[in-house]
């Protein structure tokens, strides 16, 4: 009986939550964001002789529900080229660390970046039903580590509905 009586609570809960989407209590944010901040920590890898450096814009986030896309322009500013580059994407609520696509994280190979120049990506960030509803009401804190043979780098993002 007692399973039973939590098995509707559940089902009563979940209803609450979809119906609080559709009816518009619960946003569903689509519009693109605008960028307004993005702050970077340098982690130095192990010491070498050329100068590495990564600049990062996000160029947009958008979707709504229980997924976000995010475009980002990664370029090497540095004057030597970067081998085996690759990002790793964590994303935060308020300090405390949320799953990302059902894992811990979301991870980007890249490959080479030539010294100047850039690259453009897209990534698909999806989020749990109550992690996507307090990221739609509060935002989420986007860290972005680059990963390099040459050099390790740390971008914070902000994100606000």
Known sequence: MIKIV????V???ITILVLSFILGYIPWP???STVTDVTTENTPAPPVTDNVKFALEITGISGGGFSRSVSARLT???TADTHNVWGKIEAFYQGTKINLSGSDNVQKDIGLLVAGNSITTDVTLSFSIIDAIKIS????RLVLTVFSDEFTQTFYYDYMP
């Open 6 to 9: 939590s098995a509707i609570i």
């Open 30 to 32: 689509t519009q693109h």
């Open 76 to 78: 090497n500013v540095g």
């Open 137 to 140: 009401q509060n935002g989420v």
């Open 11 to 13: 089902v009563l809960v």
